[in-house]
């Protein structure tokens, strides 16, 4: 069984639509992220989600709206798609252990804005 | 200064070798330290994770943190062809956040 697993994995849309990206984990971990990857590799985390509760929310648009409807599952809607927002879309999630924290990621989701 | 800071390489190093990697990171960064190795068209994962000045040692790689010069290095021993990947250096902030540098890009030369 996938640990973290986010769909679609390829999305390609045109410009202005909305999209939503899914993602589930099924490690029974309380804490789950939505990380933005560019096209020069830098991850940059975008949410952080709590046991449904939010916990970071970085200096990211509007128009990206994550849900959680429990604490297996989050959720990235994105509104008005701008061309910008073309990046592989990284659902992780971790349980903290001590100091440290683990991060489980997803495959990913490549999105093209077209 | 950004919070976590790599050279973007390329760092090319023959089958065999050392590979050195190295991770600067800001104030802002005081907590847990990570390496993540990413796989072209792949995610992240974990490899490393060292939390107190000194070298942990796992296997052929040996993380090393000094904290009174905001340094953490990963040494990579007797290099694979297969170890060529991105290697993403990530510290932990205070609030709980975990910030990853824009990796170094590793090539091992059969």
């Known amino acids: 069984d996938t640990a973290v697993s986010q769909t679609p994995k390829y999305l390609v849309t045109q410009m202005g639509n909305d999209k939503s990206i899914k993602c589930e984990q099924n490690l029974g971990h309380d804490t789950m992220y939505w990380y933005k990857q560019d096209s020069k590799k830098f991850l940059k985390i975008m949410f952080s989600?709590?046991?449904?509760?939010?916990?970071i929310n970085e200096t990211v648009p509007n128009r990206f709206s994550p849900k959680s409807p429990d604490k297996a599952h989050l959720n990235l809607h994105i509104n008005s798609l701008e061309l910008g927002d073309s990046a592989v879309y990284f659902c992780a999630s971790s349980l903290k252990q001590g100091a440290g924290e683990k991060l489980f990621f997803g495959s990913g989701t490549q999105l093209s804005v077209l | 200064q950004k919070e976590v800071e790599q050279n973007s390489g390329p760092l090319s190093v023959p089958e065999g070798a050392i590979a050195s990697l190295n991770c600067t990171y800001s104030d802002r960064v005081s907590q847990s330290f990570f390496w993540y190795r990413q796989y072209s068209g792949k995610s992240p994962e974990l490899i490393m994770s060292i939390y107190s000045n000194g070298d942990k040692e796992d296997g052929r790689f040996t993380a090393q943190l000094n904290k009174a010069s905001q340094y953490v290095s990963l040494l990579i021993r007797d290099s694979q062809p297969s170890d060529s990947a991105t290697y993403l250096c990530?510290?932990?902030?205070?609030?709980?956040?975990?910030?990853f540098g824009p990796g170094t890009s590793l090539s091992v030369i059969p």
């Open positions: 989600y709590n046991n449904k509760e939010l916990i």
């Open positions: 990530a510290g932990k902030t205070s609030y709980d956040k975990v910030i």
